[in-house]
């Protein structure tokens, strides 16, 4: 079964990831881990620090890898950006794992027919 | 001046006919369970060089300090905050850079390997490296997890380090503390000081001593 991660990603720890490093229990689980499968990041941080080009930088690093983004929202007129609802953490990690599970039968059903 | 005693680039003064002293080793551990050997690296350079050593605070809970060679001073990053008091003091990681000849890293750790690789100096270690003078000979021994070893950030990392002019004393397939089977694993102290000792020869042979 394939695992899945929902993370908050607060500033510091999204520097780690995007630079490798691994120096908690964490970052050490991402620095081994297979991008085979699924790794969700749902950030939150004031905007200020959102719209500085590190993120951007970091998002790209991150995004190179395969880790999937959750945005945050702007909330209180713009000053953060807050982590989504967990309910929309959810729903978005069950239709990616629903997403992949289909591929897959489609694949292996295809296979089994005699397509490649 | 006539009768002066030549000066070395690093304003260290040496006698006009004085033996050739023996070669200064920076030896360095990380916080990887490889660590564990980090003692016995340190017996089989002590021999032939003048040895100091350098630990992470993650290298601590592996090495055994009881079995480090008695001549080996292992400095910590306690040692850089307490040796400096006020302006003008000497700083630990500048006088460790200007005294070595070579360095080595042994184990090189995952997350270590990562703070050289973006340039982060934050303990003892790291100050050495980012203050280095990269005409010196410095090795690194890898030791991680196979998943780690396998993982897209270390071929990134290893790249960077290679740039820099750093040494790949590769890891080897066997079986790891962890219980897994496979690539990351320490090269042994043997083959990290033959490989060194080597090197060392070679380049003195090839310059007269001097590297």
Sequence with gaps: MLLFSASFAFIHGRHEIAGGLCDDLLTTIVRAWDYRKPLFVAPSMSTCIWRNSF?????????????????PVPVNGDLERAMVE????????????????????????????GQV | M?????????????????APRKPRILLAASGSVAAVKFANLCHCFSEWADVRAVSTSASLHFIDRAAMPKDVILYTDDNEWSSWKKLGDSVL???LRKWADIMVIAPLSANTLGKIAGGLCDNLLTCIVRAWDYSKPFFVAPAM????W???FTER?????????????????????????????MAEP???????RLFYESKAQQGNGDI
């Design chain 2, 157 to 185: 990392h290893l790249i960077s380090i290679d740039e820099l002019g750093i040494s790949l004393i590769p890891p080897v397939t066997k079986r790891l503390a962890c219980g897994d089977y496979g690539n990351g694993a």
């Design chain 2, 190 to 196: 043997s083959t990290i000081y033959s490989t060194v």
């Design chain 2, 2 to 18: 006539a009768g002066s005693e030549p000066v070395r680039a690093e304003g260290e003064t040496m006698a006009v006919d004085a």
């Design chain 2, 150 to 152: 396998n993982n897209p």
């Design chain 1, 86 to 113: 967990p309910a929309t953490i959810i729903s978005r990690v069950k239709a990616s794992y629903k997403k992949q599970k289909m591929e897959q039968k489609e694949g292996s059903s295809s296979t089994s027919s």
């Design chain 2, 145 to 148: 997890n196979t998943f780690m």
């Design chain 1, 55 to 71: 993120t951007e930088e970091h998002l790209g690093e991150i995004d190179g890898l395969g880790i999937m983004l959750i945005p």
């Design chain 2, 93 to 95: 990681h500048i006088e």
